[in-house]
T-cell receptor, first 115, second 109 residues
Framework: EAGVTQFPSHSVIEKGQTVTLRCDPI?????LYWYRRVMGKEIKFLLH????????ESGMPNNRFLAERTGGTYSTLKVQPAELEDSGVYFC?????????????FGPGTRLTVT | LAKTTQPISMDSYEGQEVNITCSHN???????ITWYQQFPSQGPRFIIQ???TKVTNEVASLFIPADRKSSTLSLPRVSLSDTAVYYC??????????FGAGTTVTVRA
């Protein structure tokens, strides 16, 4: 069974540009999550999808971040315009259901560098 | 979410048992204790979860005393490949995982 995949693995962009990160969850997982670790900080929750619906986006830092999950399959996280403080590693995770929800399966992350 | 405290780092040698203790004094009745492992350049990976007493799987054991104010993750006979960051998470089964700083375990030959 394929795990959670993320694309790209690395992205280097200039301040003010736009970047779109993609996450493909494990097939059949209705729950999809985005997390990020900015430099020197801990991994923080960004948002949670159940199928195509956003259940909780309380961790999204500001309106420069837009997450979508059209069709309830893969998800994208767009940062527009990117700022220096957005640099970090963005993780996507998925889980089958809310029962035993702690067992989230994480992707390898996308390392974003804003210069 | 209950606050957790765990050592910043631990060193060990191959073949030894590594025990990482996590303190969570304000754990709530409905809270579970969960441990994740993270290798460099990878996302966190679920290791084990428990509520009380002892839980064991093919990777580790989790010991939880009766008062549940702490827990100990035990890694038997570690190898170099067990070098990673280990996170202790405490909370009611919630989708918002809250990662602290974790414990960096370094296994040496």
């Amino acid at each position: 069974e394929a795990g959670v995949t993320q694309f790209p693995s690395h992205s280097v962009i200039e301040k003010g540009q736009t970047v779109t990160l993609r996450c493909d969850p494990i097939s059949g997982h209705d729950n999809l999550y985005w997390y990020r670790r900015v430099m020197g900080k801990e991994i923080k929750f960004l948002l949670h999808f159940v199928k195509e619906s956003k259940q909780d986006e309380s961790g999204m830092p500001n309106n420069r971040f837009l997450a979508e999950r059209t069709g309830g399959t893969y998800s994208t996280l767009k940062v527009q315009p990117a700022e220096l403080e957005d640099s970090g590693v963005y993780f996507c995770a998925s889980s089958f259901g809310l029962a035993g929800v702690y067992e989230q399966y994480f992707g390898p992350g996308t390392r974003l560098t804003v210069t | 979410l209950a606050k957790t405290t765990q050592p910043i780092s631990m060193d060990s040698y191959e073949g030894q048992e590594v025990n990482i203790t996590c303190s969570h004094n304000n754990i709530a009745t409905n809270d579970y204790i969960t441990w994740y492992q993270q290798f460099p350049s990878q996302g966190p990976r679920f290791i084990i979860q428990g509520y009380k007493t002892k839980v064991t799987n093919e990777v580790a054991s989790l010991f939880i005393p009766a008062d549940r104010k702490s827990s100990t993750l035990s890694l038997p006979r570690v190898s170099l490949s067990d070098t990673a960051v280990y996170y202790c998470l405490v909370g009611e089964n919630d989708y918002k995982l809250s990662f602290g700083a974790g414990t960096t375990v370094t296994v040496r030959a």
